[in-house]
């Protein structure tokens, strides 16, 4: 183990010996800029405007002379000929970067609104960053004074550094940058080694185990290059499963099928900067021995100085291999403190594949780069000496406060986690006082069944430093719909007296916790308390409920009957319930689809209901709603039925449709499932589509902006009846459709116009976009996601092309089933100018119009 500085640092040198990969969530620190630590020698530039904007004042959160780097000329579009350039006189870890503009106490207004970055390790070879979607170009500034930090994924590994103003017209930018990372201890600047390959499993998943980050030759082999085998990330147990979202199975790993590889070894050969004293090599491997994934069974590795040849002695190990535990691990191999500059390893076949998504090497005095030390403080490397006595005069009075240290460290430790304790069982009993005063009764004929609103837990999220942060989609143990219904007591319908049909299998799959969604100042948001938020009425000024003041009567709670949870939101929850008597409180106006109300059958209705502890500005924003929703009377609008608001817990009881959402409708009528009826045909389709747009035509007749239109909040009953819902959002089954903005807001992008996405404009004008996408949606029956091709992020920048309208925008296709007309209808949607989209009053009559002329 490497020696520490001073004894102070004894027991962080202990712990780091713990682990050896880089930990890039560790390794963030400010490497210069900023603090002066890079001296103004070390950074350069390819021009200057003047003296007082020369390279050495391009420092992030400085103003020293005129207050940035400043090129000499206006960078023009597809010219990269300007650069600011960073020498670091050593390999970095860089994990993240910071830009800023020039603002020079307000004198100044430049910055450069994208930038690319190169890198080299040897001040010769340039390398081009790409993320780990093959996207060059960062977002930079959009003001001169604000920060801007940007994680670079995958990090780099390199001594010079250069950042490159980029922009779509003739503009004159200034610079100031700063570089976060650590060093790179391991001192290894390329490896070469065999082209990662494909494994086909059994159901015809195909799992690519190339080196998709690799930033040197690639080919057959990869030489001259670093990539995910020293990225720090270090791959799952299951090597399907990946730390980063919307990429292919696989990604984590770089993985050699047996036969393939002359043999039976892979060969890896390392180069490092300079003669090292090599102690270990740890390895990351897989284990899925159940899929033929084994830890190698061998390794021997050959050692090099300098440009001799190879050594013939080599270090051997042999493993012990283990058939019972699957999961991940690192390999330790010792190096038995050999004198190198490049090693060459081969690694042995114990199964039919192998699989590796970390290598690291530990040799000389590396501190190992999840140091909690910052790379300021100096450190002062030593070299193995095999003559070197230890002068252990004061070895006893080191072990003697490691000792202390460490039972001071379990004591705090042990404090900590019994007040924790005791923390969780005095809030535990607080709940279920409170749940006891709160618990709401809902009868079964044949036993009761309680609601108890307990206090939810919700897991604190990191905040991302990125500008847009995924939502976590649905883990591997979830099931279908139909596997999750619960098994509620039998109980009587009165089939027999009433001639009632039985109560129908509800569609909707239990979910756990929803995704909140945002809010802007002047809008009255709408089910935003349980669930999605549907409707949202602009500049909309509304007195409290006083409790009577709605359209529809208060229902007793008795009456419900539990059935099935169907979604969860911030403050509350949708329960699918049964209901008889129904008839007496809804108005002479309104009968249930496909039910007839007066002959006491059982009718299916969803309750929304506000938990015990909402907070008073969400039992406002419930009242609300409801008041809202009792005036919204449309043969395609889910309707409000009754209310439960004399006492807590607040609920409103809407209408529900017996087929569920539109999207898994669609999915299971094109699934060929037995339990689904005829496939639908051109005609049910458009039927479906006009009655959507006759929804919206009433609500866009009210000013109201829907926000969320798409097949998921649209309910199907008899005979393709179609009602505009909400319960899409609250459901983790559509969480994947939302994408979270700077940790706050959650976002369907792919349903959104540009001018939602990037000025945040919500108008009756987006909803028709939204609308064409549903329409899209409906024809495809729902086979796939829009763009589905393209990532988050590329989703994001086709909106940019639509907002510069250069006809580089990419449309959804024409489906298969679709006629021209209609997909005429979908691309008059999607026009860039609000002012050019058609009302909804057109689209319904449109649609109408098609329908005849067939």
Same mark, same amino acid.
């Given at each position: 183990?490497?020696?520490?500085?001073?004894?102070?640092?004894?027991?962080?040198?202990?712990?780091?010996?713990?682990?050896?990969?880089?930990?890039?969530?560790?390794?963030?620190?400010?490497?210069?800029?900023?603090?002066?630590?890079?001296?103004?020698?070390?950074?350069?530039?390819?021009?200057? #405007?003047?003296?007082?904007?020369?390279? @050495?004042?391009?420092?992030?959160?400085?103003?020293?002379?005129?207050?940035?780097?400043?090129?000499?000329?206006?960078?023009?579009?597809?010219?990269? @000929?300007?650069?600011?350039?960073?020498?670091?006189?050593?390999?970095?870890?860089?994990?993240?970067?910071?830009?800023?503009?020039?603002?020079?106490?307000?004198?100044?207004?430049?910055?450069?609104?994208? +930038?690319?970055?190169?890198?080299?390790?040897?001040?010769?070879?340039?390398?081009?960053?790409?993320?780990?979607?093959?996207?060059?170009?960062?977002?930079?500034?959009?003001?001169?004074?604000?920060?801007?930090?940007?994680?670079?994924?995958?990090?780099?590994?390199?001594?010079?550094?250069?950042?490159?103003?980029? *922009?779509?017209?003739?503009?004159?930018?200034?610079?100031?940058?700063?570089?976060?990372?650590?060093? #790179?201890?391991?001192?290894?600047?390329?490896?070469?080694?065999?082209?990662?390959?494909?494994?086909?499993?059994?159901?015809?998943?195909?799992?690519?185990?190339?080196?998709?980050?690799?930033?040197?030759?690639?080919? +057959?082999?990869? *030489?001259?290059?670093?990539?995910?085998?020293?990225?720090?990330?270090?791959?799952?147990?299951?090597? &399907?499963?990946?730390?980063?979202?919307?990429? #292919?199975?696989?990604?984590?790993?770089?993985?050699?099928?047996?036969?393939?590889?002359?043999?039976?070894?892979?060969?890896?050969? $390392?180069?490092?900067?300079?003669?090292?004293?090599?102690?270990?090599?740890?390895?990351?491997?897989?284990?899925?021995?159940?899929?033929?994934?084994?830890?190698?069974?061998?390794?021997?590795?050959?050692?090099?100085?300098?440009?001799?040849?190879?050594?013939?002695?080599?270090?051997?190990?042999?493993?012990?291999?283990?058939?019972?535990?699957?999961?991940?691990?690192?390999?330790?191999?010792?190096?038995?403190?050999?004198?190198?500059?490049? !090693?060459?390893?081969?690694?042995?076949?114990?199964?039919?594949?192998?699989?590796?998504?970390?290598? &690291?090497?530990?040799?000389?005095?590396?501190?190992?780069?999840?140091?909690?030390?910052?790379?300021?403080?100096?450190?002062?490397? &030593?070299? +193995?000496?095999?003559?070197?006595?230890?002068?252990?005069?004061?070895?006893?009075?080191?072990?003697?406060?490691?000792?202390?240290?460490?039972?001071?460290?379990?004591?705090?430790?042990?404090?900590?986690?019994?007040?924790?304790?005791?923390?969780?069982?005095?809030?535990?009993?607080?709940?279920?006082?409170?749940?006891?005063?709160? *618990?709401?009764?809902?009868?079964?004929?044949?036993?009761?069944?309680?609601?108890?609103?307990?206090?939810?837990?919700?897991?604190?999220?990191?905040?991302?430093?990125?500008?847009?942060?995924?939502?976590?989609?649905?883990?591997?143990?979830?099931?279908?719909?139909?596997?999750?219904?619960?098994?509620?007591?039998?109980?009587?319908?009165?089939?027999?007296?009433?001639?009632?049909?039985?109560?129908?299998?509800?569609?909707?799959?239990?979910?756990?916790?929803?995704?909140?969604?945002?809010?802007?100042?002047?809008?009255?948001?709408?089910?935003?308390?349980?669930?999605?938020?549907?409707?949202?009425?602009?500049?909309?000024?509304?007195?409290?409920?006083?409790?009577?003041?709605?359209?529809?009567?208060?229902?007793?709670?008795?009456?419900?009957?539990?059935?099935?949870?169907?979604?969860?939101?911030?403050?509350?929850?949708?329960?699918?319930?049964?209901?008889?008597?129904?008839?007496?409180?809804?108005?002479?106006?309104?009968?249930?689809?496909?039910?007839?109300?007066?002959?006491?059958?059982?009718?299916?209705?969803?309750?929304?209901?506000?938990?015990?502890?909402?907070?008073?500005?969400?039992?406002?924003?419930?009242?609300?709603?409801?008041?809202?929703?009792?005036?919204?009377?449309?043969?395609?609008?889910?309707?409000?039925?009754?209310?439960?608001?004399?006492?807590?817990?607040?609920?409103? !009881?809407?209408?529900?449709?017996?087929?569920?959402?539109?999207?898994?409708?669609?999915?299971?009528?094109?699934?060929?499932?037995?339990?689904?009826?005829?496939?639908?045909?051109?005609?049910?389709?458009?039927?479906?589509?006009?009655?959507?747009?006759?929804?919206? @035509?009433?609500?866009?007749?009210?000013?109201?902006?829907?926000?969320?239109?798409?097949?998921?909040?649209?309910?199907?009953?008899?005979?393709?009846?179609?009602?505009?819902?909400?319960?899409?959002?609250?459901?983790?089954?559509?969480?994947?459709?939302? +994408?979270?903005?700077?940790?706050?807001?959650?976002?369907?992008?792919?349903?959104?116009?540009?001018?939602?996405?990037?000025?945040?404009?919500?108008?009756?004008?987006?909803?028709?976009?939204?609308?064409?996408? &549903?329409?899209?949606?409906?024809?495809?029956?729902?086979?796939?996601?829009?763009?589905?091709? $393209?990532?988050?992020?590329?989703?994001?920048?086709? *909106?940019?092309?639509? $907002?510069?309208?250069?006809?580089?925008?990419?449309?959804?296709?024409?489906?298969?089933?679709?006629?021209?007309?209609?997909?005429?209808?979908?691309?008059?949607?999607?026009?860039?100018?609000? @002012?050019?989209?058609?009302?909804?009053?057109?689209?319904?009559?449109?649609?109408?119009?098609?329908?005849?002329?067939?």
């Amino acid at each position: 183990m490497p020696a520490c500085p001073r004894p102070a640092l004894l027991l962080l040198c202990v712990l780091q010996a713990a682990r050896a990969q880089v930990n890039p969530a560790v390794c963030r620190y400010p490497l210069g800029m900023s603090s002066g630590h890079i001296p103004d020698e070390d950074i350069s530039a390819s021009s200057q #405007w003047s003296e007082s904007t020369a390279a @050495k004042y391009g420092r992030l959160d400085s103003e020293d002379g005129d207050g940035a780097w400043c090129p000499e000329v206006p960078v023009e579009p597809d010219d990269l @000929k300007e650069f600011l350039q960073i020498d670091l006189h050593a390999l970095h870890f860089i994990t993240l970067v910071g830009t800023q503009g020039r603002h020079a106490g307000g004198h100044g207004n430049e910055f450069a609104p994208m +930038y690319k970055i190169n890198y080299s390790r040897d001040g010769t070879r340039w390398i081009s960053w790409r993320n780990r979607h093959g996207k060059q170009v960062l977002d930079g500034n959009s003001n001169p004074y604000d920060i801007v930090l940007k994680d670079l994924e995958p990090p780099l590994i390199a001594r010079f550094i250069r950042f490159i103003p980029v *922009t779509d017209h003739s503009m004159n930018v200034c610079l100031r940058v700063e570089v976060y990372g650590c060093v #790179w201890l391991d001192g290894l600047v390329s490896y070469n080694a065999p082209a990662g390959q494909q494994l086909i499993l059994p159901g015809g998943t195909v799992i690519y185990l190339n080196d998709s980050v690799y930033d040197g030759a690639f080919g +057959y082999s990869m *030489t001259e290059g670093l990539g995910q085998l020293t990225d720090g990330v270090s791959g799952l147990d299951d090597f &399907t499963q990946t730390h980063e979202y919307h990429v #292919w199975p696989g990604y984590d790993y770089v993985g050699w099928r047996n036969e393939s590889m002359a043999g039976g070894y892979v060969e890896i050969t $390392f180069e490092f900067d300079r003669i090292r004293n090599f102690t270990t090599m740890k390895v990351h491997c897989n284990n899925m021995f159940a899929k033929g994934v084994k830890i190698f069974k061998e390794v021997q590795c050959y050692f090099r100085a300098d440009a001799s040849e190879w050594e013939p002695s080599a270090v051997s190990s042999v493993l012990v291999l283990d058939d019972v535990n699957p999961s991940a691990r690192f390999v330790t191999v010792p190096l038995l403190h050999r004198m190198a500059s490049a !090693i060459k390893c081969q690694y042995y076949f114990a199964d039919a594949w192998m699989m590796f998504s970390e290598i &690291t090497f530990q040799s000389d005095a590396a501190m190992y780069n999840n140091s909690l030390v910052p790379p300021e403080m100096p450190m002062v490397p &030593t070299t +193995y000496d095999p003559m070197l006595k230890v002068d252990d005069s004061n070895t006893r009075i080191l072990i003697g406060c490691l000792v202390a240290i460490i039972f001071i460290l379990v004591a705090i430790i042990v404090i900590i986690l019994w007040r924790q304790f005791w923390q969780k069982m005095l809030e535990k009993a607080s709940r279920r006082m409170l749940d006891d005063e709160m *618990t709401v009764s809902l009868s079964l004929p044949s036993e009761s069944s309680m609601f108890n609103h307990n206090r939810s837990s919700s897991s604190s999220e990191q905040e991302s430093s990125s500008t847009y942060d995924r939502i976590f989609p649905l883990g591997p143990d979830y099931q279908e719909p139909s596997r999750l219904i619960r098994k509620l007591p039998e109980f009587t319908t009165g089939e027999e007296d009433t001639g009632c049909s039985g109560p129908v299998k509800p569609s909707q799959a239990s979910v756990t916790e929803g995704v909140p969604h945002y809010a802007e100042a002047d809008i009255v948001n709408l089910q935003g308390v349980t669930g999605g938020n549907t409707y949202s009425v602009p500049a909309l000024t509304m007195d409290l409920l006083s409790g009577k003041d709605v359209a529809v009567e208060e229902f007793p709670r008795k009456l419900l009957t539990f059935k099935e949870k169907l979604g969860e939101g911030q403050f509350g929850e949708v329960h699918l319930c049964e209901v008889e008597g129904m008839d007496k409180f809804t108005g002479k106006d309104f009968a249930l689809e496909g039910l007839d109300v007066s002959s006491n059958c059982p009718v299916l209705v969803a309750v929304k209901m506000l938990r015990a502890d909402a907070n008073k500005n969400a039992r406002n924003d419930f009242l609300k709603e409801i008041k809202i929703m009792s005036r919204l009377k449309d043969p395609n609008i889910i309707r409000l039925l009754a209310v439960c608001i004399t006492d807590d817990p607040l609920c409103m !009881i809407t209408e529900y449709m017996e087929n569920g959402d539109l999207n898994q409708f669609l999915s299971r009528q094109q699934s060929g499932s037995p339990l689904t009826s005829q496939v639908p045909t051109v005609s049910d389709l458009r039927f479906m589509a006009t009655q959507i747009a006759s929804g919206m @035509k009433y609500l866009s007749s009210l000013n109201f902006v829907h926000r969320d239109l798409a097949t998921r909040n649209c309910l199907v009953g008899k005979r393709y009846t179609i009602k505009i819902a909400d319960f899409g959002m609250s459901r983790n089954l559509y969480s994947g459709d939302y +994408y979270r903005i700077q940790g706050r807001a959650v976002l369907p992008i792919r349903w959104m116009s540009w001018e939602s996405i990037l000025l945040g404009k919500f108008t009756t004008a987006s909803d028709v976009w939204a609308f064409g996408v &549903t329409l899209w949606e409906t024809f495809t029956l729902c086979r796939e996601q829009p763009y589905s091709q $393209f990532s988050d992020e590329q989703v994001i920048e086709n *909106t940019g092309e639509f $907002f510069r309208d250069q006809g580089r925008q990419t449309y959804l296709p024409q489906p298969a089933l679709c006629p021209d007309s209609v997909y005429k209808l979908m691309l008059s949607c999607w026009r860039r100018d609000t @002012k050019d989209r058609p009302s909804f009053q057109d689209i319904h009559r449109l649609l109408q119009e098609s329908a005849s002329e067939e």
